[in-house]
């Protein structure tokens, strides 16, 4: 499998779930600013869309949105219970992570990352921001993840959507839940492993 990714950006979480999976693949880097890979390759002419996570499987088929290729890739090691069983509550609930912190916490960042944007806006989008994640805080009080004691997809794409933002001012301090959960994210070795594989540690 090929990965298109781009450093820090919500490819970031497929990173992350492609190093606890365990599943061999290969990430290739698809900067979102200059969409020419390393190659001088136009990303464009791989995926039309131009953003990232792009996935390509063996066969060519493709996958381009963060929840699905998360879900895809759990379920292709179902022992390492990235994702509860299909059919199950429990995957319902998953997938209410994954759309909630897909559509409001991704896109309530997408204002404060777009260039032109009136500070007035801005400051609107923070503060929504900063009320859904409060809501998140709240809901992860006496858990270690998410989903409970387990790590799922759906911790891997709230810590890097949440660690977004120190790059645009939305403080999340003052959340200590989050807080704690985003140092237990941070000290997993696949996690480790793929900030340092896109280059954001040493």
Known sequence: MKLYYSPGACSLS?????????LAFEAIA?????????????????????????????????????PAILQYLADQV??????????????????????TIGTELHKGFSPLFTPGMPTEAKEMAKTRLMSRLAWVDGELAGKTYLMGDTF?????????VAGWGKHVGVDISGLSHLGAFMARVAARPSVQDALRAEGLIK
Do not use: C, M
């Open 152 to 160: 799922t997809v759906a911790d891997a794409y709230l810590f890097v």
């Open 30 to 66: 698809a900067p979102t600013k200059t969409h020419k890979l390393a190659d001088g390759t136009d990303y464009y002419s791989i995926n039309p869309l131009g953003y990232v996570p792009y996935l390509v499987l063996d066969d060519g088929r493709t996958l381009h949105e963060v």
């Open 78 to 99: 179902p022992d390492k219970q990235l994702a509860p069983a299909n059919g199950s509550w429990e995957r319902y609930k998953l997938q209410e992570w994954l759309n």
């Open 14 to 22: 497929t990173h992350i779930v492609f190093k606890e999976s365990g």
